[in-house]
Nanobody, 126 residues
């Protein structure tokens, strides 16, 4: 069983930056695909970015390309989401997730993910 704890959210002005962290415990995350999703009330949870456990390939939703960067530090059993040039519309609760199966280009498919963090709130003021 994998437990994920995500953190790093907060209140930031538009144009600012935040770095989210996702720390795993219970098992090594080395072979897991890790993804970040986000959700606002009344809307479905949507994929933001993912990183493969197999070859380190990274994937991004179009709305965060060139602004967000996903990375992982297997020695720390941790994944990160560096968010730059934040916009008001990035306001959401962000969740990290881990999947044993690497989804590749289908990375944003929620049912692929076996374990989820509890969420961390990101609020961007305009």
């Amino acid at each position: 069983e994998v437990q994920l704890v995500d953190s790093g959210g907060g209140l930031v002005q538009a144009g600012g930056s935040l770095r989210l962290s996702c720390v795993g415990s219970g098992r090594s995350l080395d072979d897991y695909a890790i993804a970040w999703f986000r959700q606002v009330p009344g809307k479905e949870r949507e994929g933001v970015s993912a990183i493969s456990g197999r070859d380190g390939s990274t994937y991004y939703a179009d709305f965060v390309k060139d602004r967000f960067t996903i990375s992982r530090d297997n020695a720390k059993n941790t994944a990160y989401l560096q968010m730059n040039s934040l916009r008001f519309e990035d306001t959401a609760t962000y969740y990290c997730a881990a999947a044993e199966v690497d989804g590749g280009t289908a990375w944003a498919t929620r049912v692929l993910y076996d374990f989820w963090g509890q969420g961390t709130q990101v609020t961007v003021s305009s």
